[in-house]
């Protein structure tokens, strides 16, 4: 089956300019996830979903970065004004949305690379 | 200090060793533990998850010490298609967001 997808695959933005990343995750499931991963590192969380709802937006670095999942499905991360440090590769995951105690695997889409100029 | 920590390496293993990562973590409220796999310019892929028992995939196996904040994976008998970016992942439990160590880089030498 489809797995989550993401586009565009690559993004140059001049520094200033906003920019919408968009996740599609695997078709019933709940839960939604936002990762920035800088070169050489780990995925860092942003923010979370579950339906619609966004739950947890701790990880987002500053009121440029906006997310949102109208109807529960595709999602949109938004960065307004983007500077360079923003360069990095933004990962969307998605899972089942078991609930609590359960072990919930999340998988993960390709990737945005964004490159800020 | 970073939540979960990993040594990033790189390991450079020749074909056929047994290999032996590391990985600790500092939140004792961690439930889930994960293995993932990164391969250059791709997404993180699930390898395995960690159970408190210890569990074992053909040539990887995982353990995890709870007392210790630790968690390890052993890739017996290396290939070269095991040269990858190996990512110890925590979390609380369910749907609680993934905390990610740094990456530990695996190459396996012909």
């Known amino acids: 089956g489809a797995g989550v997808s993401q586009s565009p695959r690559y993004k140059v933005a001049k520094r200033g300019q906003d920019v919408a990343l968009r996740c599609d995750p695997i078709?019933?499931?709940?839960?939604l996830f936002w990762y920035q991963q800088a070169l050489g590192q780990g995925p860092e969380f942003l923010t979370y979903?579950?339906?619609?709802?966004?739950?947890?937006k701790s990880g987002l670095p500053s009121d440029r970065f906006f997310a949102e999942r109208p109807e529960g499905s595709v999602s949109t991360l938004k960065i307004q004004r983007t500077q360079q440090e923003d360069s990095a590769v933004y990962l969307c995951?998605?899972?089942?949305?078991?609930?609590?105690?359960?072990?919930?695997?999340?998988?993960f889409g390709p990737g945005t690379r964004l490159t800020v100029l | 200090r970073k939540e979960v920590e990993q040594d990033p390496g790189p390991f450079n293993v020749p074909e056929g060793a047994t290999v032996a990562f590391n990985c600790t973590y500092s939140?004792?409220?961690?439930?889930?533990f994960f293995w993932y796999r990164q391969d250059c310019r791709k997404e993180p892929k699930l390898l395995m998850s960690?159970?408190?028992s210890g569990n074992e995939d053909g040539r990887f196996t995982a353990q995890l010490n709870r007392a210790s904040q630790y968690i390890s994976l052993l890739i017996r008998d290396s290939k070269l298609s095991d040269s990858a970016t190996y990512l110890c992942v925590v979390s609380r439990s369910g749907t609680y967001k993934y905390i990610f160590g740094t990456g530990t880089r695996l190459k396996v030498l012909a």
């Open positions: 995951a998605s899972s089942l949305g078991l609930g609590q105690g359960a072990t919930d695997t999340q998988y």
């Open positions: 939140n004792s409220a961690s439930q889930s």
């Open positions: 960690v159970y408190s």
């Open positions: 078709s019933g499931h709940v839960s």
């Open positions: 979903f579950q339906n619609e709802a966004q739950l947890d």
